[in-house]
């Protein structure tokens, strides 16, 4: 597969997403790492948002609420190349209604090639990374020969 590049900027976009059961941990992580949070952009989903808004005294871009189509826009802008990073604390144990929506986000996630953390653990690499405060050459795949067998499919 071929590649294109794309600078992560010594400034981050960052998306915050928490399922129900996992928005208090997530608020403790971003205390916990808040120092380093306010010297990024910060988006999230509407209620992780809020909530993270008012614990964190910092301005978060907010989407809507993630089962009204949050994820969703999360998911937009990273195709647009407007989030440059992930971090999703999810539920693996609580069936979600919008599971479609939040498995939808990973996978775009992953087809653009974005830091994502979906733990604790995970994010605590992420954030600690020296990756973070220096911009950043993240390769992404080029799909043009994809999108081309697409339009020779529909046109058929």
């Given at each position: 597969m071929k590649y294109t590049e794309s600078l992560i900027q010594?400034?981050?976009n960052i998306a915050l997403?928490?399922?129900d059961n996992k928005k208090n941990d997530l608020i403790e992580w971003a205390q916990w790492n808040k120092h380093v949070l306010q010297r990024h952009n910060i988006f999230a989903t509407g209620t992780t948002g809020r909530l993270m808004e008012a614990e964190l005294e910092m301005t978060?871009?907010?989407f809507q609420s993630g089962p009204l189509g949050g994820d969703q826009q999360i998911g937009s802008h990273i195709t647009e190349g407007k989030i440059?990073?992930?971090?999703f604390f999810w539920d693996p144990l609580e069936p979600q209604p919008h599971d479609p929506d939040v498995k939808?986000?990973?996978r775009i996630a992953l087809v653009w090639?974005?830091?994502t953390a979906c733990n604790r653990a995970t994010a605590d690499f992420l954030i600690s990374s020296v990756l973070m405060d220096r911009p950043y050459r993240r390769l992404i795949p080029d799909y043009t020969e994809y999108q081309i067998r697409?339009?020779?499919n529909l046109q058929n």
């Open positions: 010594r400034v981050k997403v928490a399922h978060i871009t907010k440059d990073f992930l971090i939808a986000l990973l090639n974005i830091p697409i339009n020779q």
